[in-house]
């Protein structure tokens, strides 16, 4: 059976495993710098072979060819390593904080920030833009991109388009299918999905780009760990039950936020496991996130539990992001025991 044929669900429970006679069916951890000369790779900087299985899982869900990195920053800097000198960049306003930060750093690119769910206006800010980058919805504030309108007009505009796809996965969205040039993840969050890794994937289509990204990979070192690549191909085999779950519990959860006096506005696309909890008094925010139980009072987000945190606490958070603005990140508990600590947290 091709995986054409096989939907998402079983293509991330049977993707990459071996099939010689004697092979295990989870393929080892491998610890080894070096390989024995003749094979693709004679250094693993190069080429690991527990790579494998996980690059084969994300490539066959995202549709391209993938290839893993030492975490989603060094995914996002390798295709930043594709702007050259003079580039012009358009991302959002209020994407992920660390991305925003590393273009910023890059200093001889043009960076136009906008907000992504503002179709008219991130399509006149491509005019002359050599990149788009786009994250949707947008960690933290929740703004939903129209992407098969904004990959198009940033096609029309003459320029590669990236989406950091972390938040909705493969299983709900496939950029490139879409029309995108690049597909991000840090998958540290749902792909790997338990707060135990660091590890981050580009999935491309064009050999070109495949090539370019995997140089930058080999030249700066932006390798991933053998655990970690081999962790995250165990946290991929459940995926697709711990997203259904998780998903599940954050739209009764949004709902029942939304009918609570406890908080002022809760953004929730409808979708995802990511809610935005607004509470006008900022100092309430932080008290209700360091007081809840079952709900870890932690960064990071998309693990089995679920964690929340005001993401102004960051001194790097855009300023424009309320200052008593959660991000609950909903886990696979029991829904009623999550209700009944986020409720008494927030009262
Ligand atoms: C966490 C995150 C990143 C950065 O990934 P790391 O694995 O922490 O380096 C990038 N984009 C989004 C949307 C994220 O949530």
Redesign the pocket.
């Known amino acids: 059976m091709t995986p054409r044929d096989l939907s998402p669900a079983s293509i991330a429970v049977s993707a990459g495993r071996p099939h010689a006679p004697g092979d295990p069916l989870s393929a080892p951890i491998t610890l080894a710098s070096a390989l024995v000369p003749g094979g693709d790779a004679e250094y693993a900087r190069a080429g690991n072979p527990v790579w494998a299985p996980l690059e084969t899982i994300v490539g066959e869900l995202e549709g391209g060819d993938a290839l893993a990195f030492a ?3 060094a995914a ?1 800097a390798a295709v930043f390593s594709l702007v050259p000198a003079g580039g012009v960049v358009v991302a959002p306003t209020h994407g ?1 904080y ?2 925003t930060h590393q273009l910023r750093q890059r200093g001889d690119v043009e960076v136009r920030l906008v907000d992504v769910s503002d179709t008219p206006s991130t399509v006149d800010a491509m005019r002359g833009a050599t990149h788009v980058w786009l ?1 949707s919805p947008t ?1 933290p504030a929740m703004e939903v991109a129209d992407l098969p309108t904004l990959i198009a007009a940033a096609h029309d505009a003459g320029a590669l388009v990236a989406i ?1 796809n ?2 909705r996965t493969p299983l709900r969205e496939r950029p490139l299918e879409l029309g995108a040039d690049i597909v991000t993840h ?1 998958a ?2 749902l792909l790997a999905g338990h707060s135990d890794v ?1 590890l ?1 994937l580009t999935i491309s289509r064009d050999p070109e780009l495949y090539a370019a990204l995997r140089a930058h990979r080999h030249d700066h070192g932006a390798i991933p760990g053998a655990l970690e690549a081999w962790l995250t191909t165990r946290g991929l085999r459940t995926l697709a039950v711990r997203l259904d779950r998780a998903e599940s519990n954050a739209r009764e959860l949004a709902e029942r936020l939304t009918a609570s006096p406890l908080v002022d506005e809760v953004r929730y696309p409808g979708f995802g496991t990511i809610i935005g909890l607004v509470l006008d008094d900022d100092q309430r925010a932080q008290r209700a996130t360091e007081s809840s139980r079952l709900v870890r009072y932690a960064t990071s ?1 998309g693990g089995v539990e679920s964690t929340w945190e005001r993401r102004r606490r960051h001194a790097n958070e855009a300023p424009t992001i309320p200052a008593g603005l959660i991000r609950l990140s909903v886990g696979i508990e029991d829904v009623e025991d999550l209700w009944s600590d986020i409720e008494a947290a927030l009262a």
């Open positions: 975490s989603g920053i996002s992920y660390g991305t994250e960690n950091d972390t938040f840090s540290s969050k660091i981050g987000l």
